[in-house]
């Protein structure tokens, strides 16, 4: 009797443990969420004071989803501040952005594969006319800080750069990972304007960032 109430006492006391470092185990935390600088990242062409068209390559951005508009001037014009602001996807469309407006261009390739949005900003987002870059739903907080644009799109914690520059027909988007010119090309879209304008930037550094 006696060894049997030990047998017993032991059994109970093994499976405390068991149910004790059961509860104790750490949870495995779930795979951070991956960014695609290609399929993340596009083109917004304003439209009014709430609307836009958004050219980018990804067919498949679900009506809903976060949109932060970056407005990073060319740093030649000095009067220009940068902006960052809110948006979200209305529905996809079934026209291109370029059958709907003039000289939006399609980055470096044939615009093969390109899809189109529309969107809604969010309030006064103090911006006009013209073209955007736009963020689906980035990993990091974008934000202006003393007058630059502070992102961290994949959430690695490097800051990515936004450059705009001129070329003598059109104009470069940029993203860099680091400082502009001097870190890490990750993206890159050029918008043709249909006329004449004043480079601010020379060939090397306008195709510096290549869309993949």
Known sequence: MRVSSLKRRSGIFLYTLLVLSGCTRPRESAPAKSFSFEQQLGIVMLQGDEGGCFAI???????????????????TQLSSMPNVSE????????????????HIGSGDGDGSGLSSYQILRFGNSGLGSGFVVAV???????AV???????????DGTKESFRTCASSEG?????????PLQGKPRWHWYIYAGYDTEPTCTEQEYFGPKQK
């Open 87 to 102: 948006a979200s996807i209305v529905e996809r469309l079934s026209s291109r952005c370029e059958d709907r407006i003039d």
């Open 136 to 142: 689906v739903d980035p990993a990091g907080s974008i």
């Open 145 to 155: 800080r003393d007058g630059k644009i502070d992102a961290d799109l994949d959430g």
């Open 171 to 179: 104009v470069h988007h940029q993203v860099w990972t680091g400082l």
């Open 57 to 75: 390559y990804n067919p498949s951005i679900a009506a809903g989803s976060r949109v932060v508009l970056v407005d990073q001037p060319d740093s």
